[in-house]
């Protein structure tokens, strides 16, 4: 799939104030400074669409940006950031797990996973709480250009193989990738590109 726009909307803390349209989203999640924003800017190939740092908790708010004006990506504020003030210390903030159960239009989330590290009880505990709702996601590994390339399949298989051991019967859909490298791009479009022809065939019918 080509991009040939991407085209910043809104931001907030309120799912009832995001855009109403009724077209395909798609989500990333993840720890604070995964990656999630750099993502974004390399599929979108604009250097500075979402904004991004060094440091975690950057995002803050939901952001809706518009792709080739027929379908959202949505760059989320991480979890699992120790250092925001008590009144916000739940681990997952209400406006976040709001945003999952009202958002009808989201068709699949990404749940963003740093390939260097192993399954973290948080993320593991987020993809379980996706699953009770029945909210379809897929995992991206981040940074994988941080690894040997001999390290990279042996690291993601690893990580699955930990997740069909512990709670799921299978593991769900993987990409794995690395913004600086824009390694895993068209994989990730073509995946998007199917869900929403899947869904336009649907609304056809
Ligand atoms: P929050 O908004 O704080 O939750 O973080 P985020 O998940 O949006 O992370 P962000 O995209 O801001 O990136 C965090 C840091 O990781 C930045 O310093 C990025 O340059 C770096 N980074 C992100 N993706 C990659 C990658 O694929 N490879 C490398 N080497 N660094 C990356
Ligand atoms: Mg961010």
């Not at 309120?14 to 990656?35: D, K, L, T």
């Not at 740092?53 to 995002?59: E, L």
Request: glycine letters at 4%; one cysteine or more.
């Amino acid at each position: 799939m080509k991009i040939k726009s991407a085209d910043f909307v809104v931001s907030n803390t309120n799912v009832a104030q995001c855009p109403s349209e009724p077209i395909p989203e798609y989500a990333f999640i993840g720890r604070s400074n995964v990656g999630k924003s750099s993502l974004i800017n390399m599929l979108t190939e604009r250097k500075s669409l979402a904004k991004t740092s060094g440091r975690p908790g950057k995002t803050q708010l939901i952001n809706h940006f518009k792709i080739n004006n027929n379908w959202f990506l949505v760059d989320l504020p991480g979890y699992g950031y120790a250092r925001v003030s008590k009144k916000d210390k739940k681990t997952f903030q209400k406006y976040i797990t709001d945003y999952f159960l009202e958002r009808k239009q989201l068709l699949s989330a990404f749940v963003l996973v740093d390939i260097r590290h192993e399954p973290q009880p948080i993320d593991l505990k987020f993809m379980q709480w996706l699953g009770e709702k029945s909210i379809p996601f897929s995992i991206i590994f981040t940074k994988a250009d941080k690894l040997k390339p001999n390290a990279i399949q042996r690291e993601a298989a690893a990580y699955l193989t930990a997740m069909t051991e512990d709670v799921w019967e299978e593991a769900p859909p993987h990409f794995i990738t690395s913004s600086t490298h824009a390694l895993g791009r068209e994989e990730i479009l073509e995946y998007i590109d199917g869900i929403n022809k899947a869904y336009h065939q649907e609304q056809n019918r």
